[in-house]
């Protein structure tokens, strides 16, 4: 069993960044991929990056290449997102989750924190 508690949303002005970190309990951490996703009111839920077990593999959504970057601290249990030039369409409500499998469907991911509201204001 895994628990992840995602921290670090905010408010923040386009072109502002935020760093997003994710707190994974459990033994086993690094055997698993750790993903972002998001999600904006009415709109489904959006593939944000991806790394592998080990930290050597990521892959990112097209909306967020080049601006947004992740990364794990294994010996910490923690994975991180840092988001910058944040754009308005951006915000969304954004969780951290695990999975055994590197995909970028949400349905491969068992685990799943309680989310964190990410506001980027115009």
């Known amino acids: 069993q895994v628990q992840l508690v995602e921290s670090g949303g905010g408010l923040v002005q386009a072109g502002g960044s935020l760093r997003l970190s994710c707190a994974a309990s459990?033994?086993?951490?690094?055997?698993?991929?750790m993903a972002w996703f998001r999600q904006a009111p009415g709109k489904e839920r959006e593939f944000v990056a991806a790394?592998?077990?080990?930290?050597?593999?990521?892959h990112y959504g097209d909306s967020v290449k080049g601006r947004f970057t992740i990364s794990r601290d294994n010996a910490k249990n923690t994975v991180n997102l840092q988001m910058n030039s944040l754009k308005p369409e951006d915000t969304a409500v954004y969780y951290c989750a695990g999975s055994r499998l590197f995909r970028v469907a949400p349905g491969a991911y068992v685990y799943w924190g309680q989310g964190t509201q990410v506001t980027v204001s115009s």
């Open positions: 790394i592998s077990g080990s930290g050597s593999i990521t």
């Open positions: 459990g033994r086993i951490f690094s055997e698993y991929t």
